[in-house]
């Protein structure tokens, strides 16, 4: 790719790492946290103290922290993985016991003036640890059912304590981050077909046993599938947010309505405008000009992680690399096809552009894991 | 871990082919993702501009209907009116002026007001309903209803504004509301969303203001579709406020009204308590005002005859005027001398009608002097030597102390605009307040109420009451709120021996009743209802020694802001005391010829539970009574709201 790489024989030490980032990378990932900034500034009605600045800081923040894992060796990350996974695992089960409750669930850890999400944090420490396993397992075994068996307990482990919180959104990006890296290890696809098959074969049971004497679900469960299915079934109840982001979505037209003036988004009709709908008022704001091109920064993003992973013939930078591409592939997409009514709504964040401290720091520093998978490859001699 | 170069090979092959699967997956989501964008944002726009524009949910606040108020009896003092009044919203009209034009030929607006309006309309966020006119007639009203459809962004709708069904009567207990200042506004940190209602109505004064956080209730909300036009299309939602408290007063209505019609065209006060728990019946400062002339927006012409009127109408004497008590105050000066030991009620003091003290005379009120004067005699006939004497021997921190006890100089706890401490000096007070020593002459003219003694009508009422009963008795505003009886607050601690009131009440029971006494011309006939009291005459201007020599000039013949003012302290009935009433007529030159005779209608009102027998007065004041009875114009009970036709609305 750089100029500086056809002369490459040796790992970089020292500060010249730095010229040897991906710097795509970095500058795709601070234009997505500057569109985010602007959008917060939006929602908050032209006032930067209520989220811009605050956001901002822990950019920053987040950025440093990136630099700092980018520069520690890939020998290092591997070592700890296993410890980091654990540590995330038992932070979860603090949550159960000690967590603070906020929007109806269980999710924050207090340490002093440190406020966790210890679930955020998971996503990155599962997918180290996935990764350090396939570099560990002779390749043969790959595909064995004992050796398939111990990931899928990896995964299900904090699935399972997250699901109790309850975070469903978080539960979703756990197993299909997990099964990404599995995907990418190479295990057969026959698991994933058969697997598959199961949720089709479980949805289209519950579906069908609505209204008979062994109805797998509860009525209010099935009224959240239909709200799903048909938003305007109940356009003042769970409808509603829905309804109204699709409005706001839809209303922005070719450009959009311009800065600060989105209608929807001011009337407050918006719920969590400032989280998990704030690609609605963007999408309002600029139009389907700025959303496409969002997706597109999000997709250049995805390619230049993707990009390192496939460049570097360490197994294990490789495959965390794949995970934490994976991990932030689900975010987005999940967020978006949540607000443009592809899927039910699930709580997840739109990554470096909704408001959220934890959330956008776990991505930085995991794209530090890219950055140090990337500067510190093997080189030939 | 080694691995093999060929393991590495074969691993390195399958993650670029698994990933190259990965990518692709990818890609599709992505090209999914944009292709509902793609069918939302530009195939499908128009139809969600359509919504989000034709289809709008707002959130409109309820007005909660403001407490109400009523009397003892549950007769309404303040209660709520419909509102028939219009409202432009700027953000759904397209063009104001055009629209405000066409308003005007519907209903009359003048054009002073229309640029105020459109002035007030620019400064105000778009999304925020103006009132454009109010108080319409039903037939204006449904004149803008059937023209919606041509009157965009106009809003036809009924709101709730403050009545005050007993105009003047309580202008100054009650107080009034009007609408939200900026002012007002700017003095709150956080402000009740409720305000920022247009027009919305705000106690200004009295109770209204004082009870201002329980009258007000709180707001409801309804979520509501509007179209395109800002015009409501349907409710969806609907969350009931909560309505403000229902205050019942002590005052009862038929005597307020009575008392401030007794004080007649005077600048004057009267204060009416039940000494057994301490409510105020009535507490009427003359002039009054219509406070439903400040609801309604006070024409300018209106508040300049109320500001500029030299007997101060918008002023609540009852609480806020402090006058210098004069002979009111012998009482505090005698039981200060009792408690002390430093007199008997025998003993006599020697009177030639003046006293030297500190190488300065001291007049009595009566050059020739009373003689040899005992206590009760010194009350009967006002004598100023007598206080004079005791107040040396005294001191003032004893009498002011005692000043105290009796409420002088304490500022009551009563829920009404500015209420005043008053003044029961000290030698402390005089340093910090003027710099000066105190002299032994302040002393002796405070003695006898002049001086630096300062006290309100409220302030003399407490102290009748106090001296008829014998108990601390704290004055009560606050019957009831929502139904709940308010706590009484009348204590045994006043800490005075019953001898020493005895003592006291013998000599104001003389001022009325015997044949020397300064107000025996407006003593109460009826056995049961005998009445107590003392006059008093207090000086507004110095009388100098040149004066004193040629003759002090009469009062008749000075202009009217330069005479004495008359005070008058009273409780009836003397063996069992029931009501307590102070009186204070500014510039009413005797505290006997002024004073009194109100003192003795209003007890008698209240003993009567409406106008009196005849046989009530003296055989010498009937005609006089008559003639005044007659000409006064009294509320009827049949007219006014009754307790059980009463409603919430």
Not at chain 1, 268 to 290: Q, R, S
Request: glycine letters at 8%.
């Amino acid at each position: 790719m750089s100029y500086l790489e056809s002369n490459l024989k040796t790992v970089p030490t020292g500060w010249r790492k730095i010229l040897y980032m991906n710097w795509p990378l970095v500058i795709l990932l601070t234009a997505v946290a500057c569109a985010g900034f602007l959008m917060l500034y939006s929602v908050a009605g032209g006032n930067l103290k209520t989220w811009a600045e605050p956001q901002m800081k822990r950019f920053a923040l987040g950025m440093v922290a990136m630099f700092t894992v980018a520069f520690v060796p890939m020998w290092f990350w591997r070592n700890v993985s296993a410890l980091a996974y654990f540590v995330a695992l038992l932070l979860l089960i603090a949550v159960e016991f000690f967590g603070a409750i906020g929007m109806g669930a269980q999710r924050w850890l207090e340490i002093g003036p440190l406020r966790i999400q210890p679930s955020e944090l998971m996503k990155i420490t599962l997918v180290m640890l996935l990764a350090a396993y396939y570099d560990w397992l002779p390749v043969e075994k790959v595909s064995r059912p004992l050796w398939v068996f111990i990931p899928a307990a990896i995964i299900l482990a904090p699935t399972f304590l997250v699901l109790a919180q309850p975070d469903l959104g978080t539960a979703v990006m756990l197993v299909l981050g997990g099964a990404f890296v599995m995907f990418a290890a190479g295990v057969s696809l026959w698991y994933f077909g058969t697997v598959l098959a199961l949720v089709v074969a479980l949805v289209f049971g519950v579906m069908e046993s609505r209204g008979t004497e062994y109805q797998l679900l509860h009525d209010y469960q099935y009224k959240r599938i239909d709200t799903f299915l048909d938003p305007g079934s109940d356009p003042l109840g769970a409808g509603y947010n829905i309804m109204q982001a699709q409005i706001a979505l839809g209303s922005g037209g070719w450009s959009g309505r311009g800065f600060m003036q989105g209608t929807q988004s001011r009337l407050n009709f918006l719920p969590e405008k400032h989280t998990d709908f704030i690609f609605t008022t963007l999408a309002e704001e600029f139009g389907f000009v700025g959303a496409f091109s969002l997706l597109m920064l999000y997709a250049g993003i995805i390619g230049f992680a993707l990009y390192t992973a496939m460049a570097t013939k360490d197994r294990f930078a490789s495959l965390l690399s794949f995970g934490v591409a994976g991990t932030f592939f689900f975010f987005f997409a999940i967020n978006m096809a949540m607000v443009m009514g592809l899927m039910p709504v699930v709580g997840v964040p739109l990554p470096l552009v909704s408001y959220g401290g934890t959330a956008m720091m776990i991505l930085l520093a995991a794209f530090g894991l890219v950055q140090s998978a990337h500067i510190h490859r093997p080189r030939q001699r | 871990m080694r691995r093999s170069p060929k393991d590495t090979e074969e691993s390195t092959r399958r993650i670029t082919r698994r990933g190259l699967m990965l990518g692709g997956a990818q890609v599709a989501v992505m090209a999914v993702l944009a292709a509902r964008m793609r069918k939302m944002q530009l195939e499908d726009a128009d139809q969600y501009r359509l919504l989000a524009e034709g289809n709008s949910v707002k959130i409109r606040l309820i007005p909660p209907a403001r407490g109400l108020i009523f009397d003892r009896n549950g007769v309404l003092l303040a209660g709520n009116e419909q509102n028939y009044r219009v409202t432009i919203t700027r953000e759904d009209t397209d063009d104001v002026e055009a629209t405000l034009a066409e308003l005007r030929r519907l209903i009359p607006i003048t054009d002073a007001d229309a640029a105020d309006i459109l002035h007030d309309i620019r400064r105000r966020p778009p999304t925020t309903p103006v009132t454009v006119a109010d108080r319409l007639t039903w037939d204006e009203f449904s004149r803008v209803a059937v023209n919606g459809p041509s009157l965009p962004g106009v809003n036809p709708d009924v709101g709730l504004s403050r009545l005050y069904p007993r105009d003047d009567d309580f202008a100054h207990v009650i107080g009034y509301v009007g609408p939200v200042s900026d002012f007002d506004l700017s003095k709150m940190e956080d402000p009740d969303p409720l305000l920022l209602i247009p027009k919305f109505q705000l106690g200004k004064s009295g109770i209204e203001a004082k009870e201002e956080a329980v009258l007000r209730g709180e707001a409801g909300q309804r979520r509501v579709e509007v179209n395109s036009a800002g015009r409501e299309m349907r409710e969806l939602s609907r969350e009931p406020g909560k309505p403000g408290e229902n205050i019942q007063l002590t005052i009862d209505y038929r005597l307020q009204n009575y008392a401030l019609q007794r004080l007649e065209e005077e600048s004057a006060a009267t204060v009416v308590i039940d000494v057994t728990n301490g409510d105020v019946l009535a507490c009427a400062s003359a002039p009054s005002f219509d406070p439903n002339l400040f609801v309604r927006g006070i024409s300018v012409a209106d508040y300049r005859r109320l500001t500029q009127d030299d007997h101060r109408p918008l002023a609540d004497k009852t609480v806020q005027g402090l006058y210098p008590p004069g002979s009111t105050y012998k009482m505090v000066t005698a039981l200060a001398a009792l408690e002390a030991g430093l007199v008997t009620p025998e003993e006599t003091v020697w009177c030639p009608g003046y006293v030297e003290i500190a190488g300065r005379r001291f007049h009595c009120w009566k050059r020739a002097g009373h003689g040899h004067v005992n206590m009760t005699k010194s009350l009967e006939q006002s004598c100023d030597v007598y206080y004079y004497e005791l107040s040396q021997r005294v001191g003032i921190d004893k009498m002011s102390d005692m000043a105290r006890r009796l409420g002088v100089g304490v500022k009551p706890d009563l829920p009404m605009s500015a209420v005043k401490e008053g003044v029961a000096p000290t030698k402390e007070w005089k340093q910090e307040r003027y710099g000066k020593d105190w002299l032994i002459g302040d002393t002796a003219n405070a003695a006898i109420g002049q001086g630096y003694v300062l006290a309100s009508p409220m302030h003399l009422a407490i102290m009748a009451a106090r001296i008829a009963s014998g108990k601390k008795v704290e004055p009560r505003l606050i019957r009831a709120r929502d139904g709940v009886e308010q706590p009484v607050h009348v204590s045994d601690d006043l800490g005075i021996e019953k001898s020493y009131l005895d003592s006291v009440r013998k000599g104001m029971t003389a001022v009325v009743n015997s044949a020397r006494g300064t107000a025996r011309g407006s003593r109460i006939e009826m056995k049961e209802w005998l009445m107590a009291g003392k006059t008093g005459t207090s000086q507004v201007r110095n009388i100098t020694k040149a004066e004193r020599a040629r003759g002090v000039i009469r009062n008749d013949q000075l202009p009217w802001n330069r005479r004495d003012h008359a005070l008058f302290v009273a409780f009836a009935p003397i063996d069992n005391p029931r009501y307590a009433v102070s009186v204070v007529v500014e510039h009413g030159s005797g505290g006997s010829t002024a004073a009194a005779p109100i003192a003795r209608d209003v007890l008698l009102f209240a003993l009567a539970g409406g106008l009196p027998p005849d046989d009530a007065y003296p055989s010498s004041a009937r005609a006089k009574a008559k003639e005044l009875n007659d000409s006064l114009d009294l509320v009827d009970p049949e007219s006014v709201q009754k307790p059980q036709a009463r409603s919430r609305a």
